[in-house]
């Protein structure tokens, strides 16, 4: 029993010595962004950040219906009952399906998709994986969706390139 025991604790210590090292040289950091981000947002980073694409087609990185993309910005709206009224969508609809919280902080922009007039699908999107600029007010048609990635010339806190997401006109 207290072999057993012994080499549960021993195991345990390498287990946490190992997480220790992985947190430390910050291989997790990529898999924290996937788990606060979405599906449309991983995409952007594996399609700018991993696999080099200079122009993204939101279009193409979805796999569900829509029409309209609405690109919250940080601090973009003081309420949320303002944020519905931004996005045209009844209150109550809107509360139910976004989080308003999550939208207000330097570091992400919120993505609201609609298809015909009903949200079908929000997230948050890391700055980090692409900062969206120049993007025109109000909703982006589906076919409106395209973006050129840039390079800002200034770094991330990881050192890693800040890129700008242009709208393409």
């Known amino acids: 029993m207290k072999k057993a025991k012994a080499a549960y604790l021993s ?3 390498a287990g946490v010595i190992v997480l220790a090292g992985v947190v430390s040289c910050g291989l997790l950091e990529p898999v924290s962004r996937y788990l606060r981000s979405g599906p449309v947002g991983w995409k952007i980073y594996k399609e700018i950040r991993q696999e080099g694409i200079t122009s993204i087609d939101i279009a193409h990185l979805t796999d ?8 919250i910005g940080p601090y973009q709206f003081a ?15 809107c509360r ?8 207000s902080d330097d570091s992400v ?3 609201v998709f609609k298809d015909k007039g009903r949200i079908v699908h929000s997230e ?5 994986n692409g900062d969206f600029r120049s993007v025109p007010e109000g909703p982006l048609k589906r076919n409106e969706g395209k973006f ?18 242009h709208h393409q006109k």
């Open 64 to 71: 569900f219906q829509w029409d309209e993309l609405h690109i």
């Open 148 to 165: 050129v990635v840039r390079d800002s010339g200034e770094r991330s806190t990881r050192g890693e390139p800040w890129l700008y997401l």
């Open 79 to 93: 309420s949320m009952e303002e944020l519905c009224r931004a996005i045209r969508v009844d209150y109550d609809n």
């Open 109 to 111: 922009n919120g993505l």
């Open 11 to 13: 195991l345990a210590a």
């Open 96 to 103: 139910n399906k976004l989080s308003f919280n999550r939208w």
């Open 124 to 128: 948050v999107h890391w700055r980090v």
